[in-house]
Nanobody, 124 residues
Framework: QVQLVESGGGLVQAGGSLRLSCAASGRTFSSYAMGWFRQAPGKEREFVAGIRWSGGSTWYGVSVKGRFTISRDNAKNTVYLQMNSLKPEDTAVYYC?????????????????WGQGTQVTVSS
């Protein structure tokens, strides 16, 4: 099993930046795909960004592409989400997720392990 713990959330003004971290513990595999999802009140959980654990390819949701960057440090079993040019509509709980497979998908139910989330609030 894999344990995931997110950190780095907080309150930021519109236009500002935050970097989220997701630390993985337990058994991990370089072939695990990792993703970031977010969920705002009253809305479905949506895909934000994904990366193959082995690196090389990244994917982004349309609402964040060009502003967010996902990266990983496999030596530290950590995935990051750099968020720039934040907007109030980015306000949500952000979740880190891991999938038992090499490929990134957009679907929530394709991921096997989830962190408990970290709150990101963007004020105008």
């Amino acid at each position: 099993q894999v344990q995931l713990v997110e950190s780095g959330g907080g309150l930021v003004q519109a236009g500002g930046s935050l970097r989220l971290s997701c630390a993985a513990s337990g058994r991990t595999f370089s072939s695990y795909a990792m993703g970031w999802f977010r969920q705002a009140p009253g809305k479905e959980r949506e895909f934000v960004a994904g990366i193959r654990w082995s690196g090389g390819s990244t994917w982004y949701g349309v609402s964040v592409k060009g502003r967010f960057t996902i990266s990983r440090d496999n030596a530290k079993n950590t995935v990051y989400l750099q968020m720039n040019s934040l907007k109030p509509e980015d306000t949500a709980v952000y979740y880190c997720a891991a999938r038992r497979g090499p490929e990134v998908t957009y679907a929530v139910n394709e991921y096997d392990y989830w962190g408990q989330g970290t709150q990101v609030t963007v004020s105008s």
